[in-house]
Nanobody
Framework: VQLQASGGGSVQAGGSLRLSCAAS????????MAWYRQAPGKQRELVAD???????NYEDSVKGRFTVSRTKSNNTLYLQMNSLKPEDTAVYYC???????????????WGQGTQVTVSS
């Protein structure tokens, strides 16, 4: 299973970006999907996550600005980011808790990062 993240880029403060993360490979079920970010010199932090039942959770600084969503038909995770601020600058990573076969347990799979840069 591979996760491909896309949609990063450079924008000015107040702008918007939409990140996507698509899974490919043999997947029978995906539990929670999440976006993390890591700024230079800082630890990786949870930005938002969404359960299989579409319950969402957001880090305080992004509440009201970011929206996480998922499509079950094509195993894709999205992050709509509005009103971006310079402090949102980071590499953004997706994480899926998934199962490749009903014989196996769920495990975590990380995607490669996508850079988001917000200038003031």
């Amino acid at each position: 299973v591979q996760l491909q993240a896309s949609g990063g880029g450079s924008v000015q403060a107040g702008g918007s970006l939409r990140l996507s993360c698509a899974a490919s490979g043999n997947i029978v079920s995906i539990n929670t999907m999440a976006w993390y970010r890591q700024a230079p010199g800082k630890q990786r932090e949870l930005v938002a996550d969404i359960t299989s039942g579409d319950s969402t959770n957001y880090e305080d600084s992004v509440k009201g600005r970011f929206t996480v969503s998922r499509t079950k038909s094509n195993n894709t995770l999205y992050l709509q980011m509005n009103s971006l601020k310079p402090e949102d600058t980071a590499v953004y990573y997706c994480l899926f808790n998934l199962r490749e076969s009903w014989k196996y347990l769920y495990y975590d799979r990380w995607g490669q990062g996508t850079q988001v840069t917000v200038s003031s």
